[in-house]
């Protein structure tokens, strides 16, 4: 263990020496595409009620202002992008920043509160993933407008695409609608979010990407919010959830496995967040955080989104003591945790 964390430890200092050196990212590009795991601002511009534009989101941020990320600080993709060697974010492709040689760094299509399920996001009025695909094919037809066809065809091959979705599926639409509990297991579920999935990756091959991430489920049941709502008086991560996640995991591992054979010249790579963000919250002290149970906003059991705000009575101090910066979200200091840990099964991504 301790050599394998010096590794990744000379690893991604290689990783940094290497692209100061060049002065250049590691990759031409970087794609994002999913729910509020990754959306960069998406919602802002989007009628929903899903969205994190306002105070407290964003604190810890540059300027300190709030930008539509559900955390105080960088969502765990920010750090991946820095780790790639950019020094700007991809921009949020419904933003006014998404325009001219900005978008040759790539772009960000997710948005919060869609998912894997077309009829999630359609519950929130946001981006569903089919329509971000959308999205990125006139994303390309502007790019050979501003950089010209070869340019887009090295930027789309050589990119890394960011595939972060399935939280939402469950959490803002399964548990809570009659519609889907009452007439699927979660384990018939998952199979129908799974074969959306695969979907999408066959689409987003088609479109010429080549390098895709995608993570997984982080443990559902210890959410705060789910512990809160459907926890019974417990205060611990409830089985049940965190069983449905391991299962869609094991699922999505397997349907990769199969895709990546499928598929020639992809690499397909799956990112864990379920176990490191599992071990943060079952042993907080040891990873230097003081509370994993509530979340840094408002009371921290129930506030996400609207109900974080300005005027959430209670919010914590100093966000990098808590795992989660508001019910659902983890805060930057979990998401710093959690992009160190993609750095060593992101290698076959980057070479
Ligand atoms: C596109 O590629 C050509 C060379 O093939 C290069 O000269 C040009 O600067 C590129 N355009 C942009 C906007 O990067
Ligand atoms: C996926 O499955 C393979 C083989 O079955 C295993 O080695 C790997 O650790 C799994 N990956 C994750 C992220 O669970
Ligand atoms: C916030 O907490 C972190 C982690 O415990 C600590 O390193 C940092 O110094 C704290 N910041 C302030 C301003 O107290």
């Known amino acids: 263990m301790g050599s394998l964390c010096s590794f990744l430890a000379s690893f991604s200092l290689l990783i940094m020496v290497l692209s100061l050196a060049h002065g250049q990212p590691l990759v031409p590009a970087l794609f994002l595409f999913g729910d509020s795991v990754v959306d960069a601002g998406n919602n802002n511009n989007v009628k929903t009620i899903i969205k994190a534009n306002f105070p407290p989101y964003g604190r810890d941020f540059s300027n300190h202002k709030p930008t539509g990320r559900f955390c105080n600080g960088k969502l765990a993709s920010d750090f991946t992008a820095e780790n790639l060697g950019f020094t700007s974010y991809p921009p949020a492709y419904l933003s006014k920043e998404a325009a001219g040689k900005n978008l040759l760094i790539g772009a960000n299509f997710a948005s919060a509160g869609s998912g894997y399920y077309d009829s999630t996001a359609k519950l929130y009025h946001t981006i569903s993933l089919n329509q971000q695909l959308e999205n990125y094919k006139e994303y390309q037809n502007k790019v050979v407008g501003i950089a010209g066809k070869a340019n887009l065809t090295s930027i789309i091959s050589g990119a890394v695409y960011l595939v972060s979705a399935g939280s939402s599926d469950f959490v803002q639409n399964y548990y809570i609608n009659p519609l889907l509990y009452k007439v699927y297991t979660a384990n018939q579920f998952s199979d129908i979010l799974i074969q959306s999935y695969a979907k999408f990756i066959q689409n987003l ?41 391991v299962s869609f995991n094991n699922k999505l591992n397997a349907t990769s496995q199969s895709l990546q054979k499928q598929l020639s010249g992809l690499t397909l790579v799956i990112f864990d967040i379920y176990q490191p963000l599992y071990n943060l919250v079952t042993k907080p002290a040891e990873n230097g955080f003081f509370e994993a149970r509530k979340a840094c906003c408002g009371t921290g059991l129930v506030e996400t989104s609207i109900l974080c705000n300005a005027e959430s009575i209670g919010t914590c101090a100093n966000a990098s003591e808590y795992v989660f910066w508001d019910s659902v979200h983890p805060s930057e200091a979990a998401n710093k945790v959690l992009a160190d840990d993609l750095l060593s099964s992101g290698i076959s991504l980057i070479f």
Not at 214 to 241: M, R, Y
Request: hydrophobic fraction near 45%.
């Open 205 to 245: 091959y088609v479109l010429g990407a080549r390098k895709i991430g995608v993570t997984t489920l982080p443990p559902l049941g210890c959410l705060p919010a789910a512990i809160t709502i459907f926890g019974a008086d417990s205060n611990e991560c409830l089985a049940k959830f965190n069983k449905d996640a």
